[in-house]
């Protein structure tokens, strides 16, 4: 099975997600930032928080004092950490003029500015670039490398090696940043599902062109055989 096969048959499973949530590419941006290590449901309350007290911009946040945007963080857990990295972030998006301002560079040299924000590592960064600024590019987190790996998408060099994995994608889906969006987050919508660190193989239509599932499906189909 090809990326582009996955997208087909995870489509027709689960149908467009239309991610990533965000009013706009600010927010969109900083709800990259607030999810790392938590549940995107802790990282939205802290955004519902930042709405609230009217600071969902770069202007507002950098404004704000060290102790009250901790404060409206806490939902999403780790806010000391993170209060410094959206600053951080903040400053670096005004020093090169807002989304606006981010337009004229390529992706290429976009993603190493990026990276260069103390706080953002590849999977931040590449959220950022495909969900707040429609770069093709792929996000590769904890479900891809289970879903691939499982599927023999991956094979065991390739296995959590971040770069490697996410080229492979974007070679094999190319230059279609909504292609590889849609991607992403119905992998993810698969790994809550039925991927999950148990699989749900009896219950996943991927199963049979799963080369981890194929065992235990072969067995459990002699089993009820076996009954009759």
Excluded at 31 to 48: K, M, P
Excluded at 180 to 189: D, G
Aim: positive net charge; aromatic residues 8%.
């Amino acid at each position: 099975m090809t990326p582009p096969e996955l997208l087909d048959r995870l489509l027709e499973m689960h149908g467009p997600q239309d991610w990533w949530p965000g009013e706009d590419a600010f927010e969109i941006a900083v709800g990259a930032i607030l999810t790392q290590r938590t549940s995107w449901r802790n990282a939205a309350r802290a955004i519902e928080n930042l709405r609230a007290a009217n600071c969902l911009g770069i202007d507002a946040l950098l404004r704000m004092g060290e102790g009250h945007l901790q404060e409206l963080l806490k939902p999403c857990g780790f806010y000391r950490v993170k209060a410094a990295r959206l600053t951080r972030f903040c400053r670096w998006l005004a020093a090169h003029g807002g989304f606006p301002g981010l337009g004229a560079m390529s992706t290429p040299a976009l993603r190493e500015a990026l990276l260069g924000v103390h706080g953002i590592g590849p999977e931040t960064a590449d959220a950022i670039l495909l969900y707040a600024c429609e770069r093709p590019v792929f996000v590769v987190d904890a479900y891809a490398y289970r879903l691939f790996g499982r599927l023999g998408l991956i094979d065991a060099l390739a296995q959590r090696n971040y770069e490697v994995v996410r080229r492979r994608v974007e070679c094999a889906l190319g230059a279609d940043s909504s292609s590889l969006s849609e991607l992403h987050a119905l992998v993810v919508r698969h790994g809550q599902t039925f991927c999950r660190p148990k699989p749900l193989c009896e219950q996943c239509r991927l199963r049979e062109l799963c080369p981890s599932a194929l065992p235990a499906h072969a067995a459990a189909v002699a089993g009820r055989g076996s009954h009759h």
